[in-house]
T-cell receptor, first 115, second 110 residues
Framework: DVKVTQSSRYLVKRTGEKVFLECVQD?????MFWYRQDPGLGLRLIYF???????EKGDIPEGYSVSREKKERFSLILESASTNQTSMYLC??????????????FGPGTRLTVT | DAKTTQPNSMESNEEEPVHLPCNHS???????IHWYRQLPSQGPEYVIH???SNVNNRMASLAIAEDRKSSTLILHRATLRDAAVYYC???????????FGSGTQLTVLP
């Protein structure tokens, strides 16, 4: 089974701190994604990566950056955390296949609170 | 982007079949129909996807209308563990993202 793990289930940080959220997948997937989930807004894509050192902005990249130095690891960085970044953060991965569609495998999520 | 419409909530009795509807009247010819579910305090979980033909897997069946403007996720025998939010999503195959709407909250009654 595909496993996607996230470094923390719960995290509390202070405004202005630099925050690192780590995600690791063990199935050699090319694609990795970071979403945030907020009540009433569903899941929104922050960034995704389709290869090592490659990244593309999603719908809400402002205030975030990402790093993918190894295929299995995708990090989300909050450069200076703000209270409006309090949210559930979800990492996902998927294969890059020749088929036109694919399934995404999600981690358990990190609930981040910024105070 | 093509959008999907789902009921906000549905109820089912345990061990009975459940039919979760989804309308996608603006679907394009290359859009795949995906279903995910999210159990409480967990990340979304892939359920099934299809393009034109009906699909079956160990978790569920997907029935796609002939005109592809709607689809139905079928859980053949609901269990209490199937209580979750179910999302119907269209994927253009861009390998870019899945757009999750608000989904259907399924409650399974014992």
């Amino acid at each position: 089974d595909v496993k996607v793990t996230q470094s923390s289930r719960y995290l509390v940080k202070r405004t202005g701190e630099k925050v690192f959220l780590e995600c690791v997948q063990d199935m050699d997937h090319e694609n990795m994604f970071w979403y945030r989930q907020d009540p009433g807004l569903g899941l929104r894509l922050i960034y995704f990566s389709y290869d090592v050192k490659m990244k593309e902005k999603g719908d809400i990249p402002e205030g975030y950056s990402v790093s993918r130095e190894k295929k299995e690891r995708f990090s989300l960085i909050l450069e200076s955390a703000s209270t409006n970044q309090t949210s559930m953060y979800l990492c996902a991965s998927s294969l890059m296949t020749s088929a036109s569609s694919y399934e995404q495998y999600f981690g358990p999520g990190t609930r981040l609170t910024v105070t | 982007d093509a959008k999907t419409t789902q009921p906000n909530s549905m109820e089912s009795n345990e061990e009975e079949p459940v039919h979760l509807p989804c309308n996608h009247s603006t679907i394009s010819g290359t859009d795949y129909i995906h279903w995910y579910r999210q159990l409480p305090s967990q990340g979304p979980e892939y359920v099934i996807h299809g393009l034109t033909s009906n699909v079956n897997n160990r978790m569920a069946s997907l029935a796609i209308a002939e005109d592809r403007k709607s689809s139905t996720l079928i859980l053949h025998r609901a269990t209490l563990r199937d209580a979750a939010v179910y999302y119907c999503i269209l994927d253009s195959g861009s390998a870019r993202q899945l757009t999750f709407g608000s989904g259907t909250q399924l409650t399974v009654l014992p």
